[in-house]
């Protein structure tokens, strides 16, 4: 099976721009979670999709969105970038299983806003 | 407010050394803990645990997790130089929510 896969993989923004980020799942996986890395504030939980609902959010602004399509691939928007966006962007896919969930990651996006 | 605490944060071993990593954690509505392995690319999840006391187990590496007293610890038993990398503990909440640690640095040196 293909892994998940991310584009871009690399991005340069400025300041007030958008920038839709993309994220396919590993084929069968019906759950999309998306992830924000930075040094200073390490991995955080952006939101959660399954079957095309956001099941969670964390903590950030409503500038950040996202959305699934009916194929599971998913997409994340971020309005109006601000420096402090930057970072890594990483989506992963979650494989239920009886006893464990597998979550897999993608390679990252990695956004830079000037 | 939820958080996911990790120690020590940056550890130097020499290769075969055994070592325990921590991770301890305040959340409401525990579902489970995940550990993760990244190294200079996206991390690669090793474990996930529910239950207390019951020890996963792949390789080298075990986990448990403690309920009781909200913590869980990752050991890696002779460690080669290809472990080394951070590890993340992260915690998700019944309503999905997965809060993550800072992360354990770990350098396995020759």
């Known amino acids: 099976k293909a892994g998940v896969t991310q584009t871009p993989r690399y991005l340069i923004k400025t300041r007030g721009q958008q920038v839709t980020l993309s994220c396919s799942p590993i084929?069968?996986?019906?759950?999309v979670s998306w992830y924000q890395q930075t040094p200073g504030q390490g991995l955080q939980f952006l939101f959660e999709?399954?079957?095309?609902?956001?099941?969670n959010k964390g903590n950030f602004p409503g500038r950040f969105s996202g959305r699934q399509f009916s194929n599971s691939r998913s997409e994340m928007n971020v309005s109006t970038l601000e420096l402090g966006d930057s970072a890594l962007y990483l989506c992963?896919?979650?494989?239920?299983?009886?006893?464990?969930?597998?979550?897999?990651f993608g390679p990252g996006t990695r956004l830079t806003v000037l | 407010e939820d958080k996911v605490v990790q120690s020590p944060l940056s550890l130097v071993v020499h290769e075969g050394d055994t070592v325990t990593l921590n991770c301890s954690y305040e959340v409401t509505n525990f579902r489970s803990l995940l550990w993760y392995k990244q190294e200079k690319k996206a991390p690669t999840f090793l474990f996930m645990l529910?239950?207390?006391?019951i020890e996963k187990k792949s390789g080298r590496l075990s986990s448990i997790l403690d309920k009781k007293e909200l913590f869980s610890i990752l050991n890696i038993t002779a460690t080669q130089t290809g472990d080394s990398a951070i590890y993340l503990c992260a915690v998700k909440t019944s309503y999905d929510k997965v809060i993550f640690g800072p992360g354990t640095s770990l350098s396995v040196i020759p």
């Open positions: 084929s069968g996986h019906r759950s």
């Open positions: 999709y399954f079957s095309e609902t956001q099941r």
């Open positions: 529910t239950s207390s006391g």
């Open positions: 992963a896919s979650t494989e239920f299983g009886l006893d464990t969930d597998t979550q897999y």
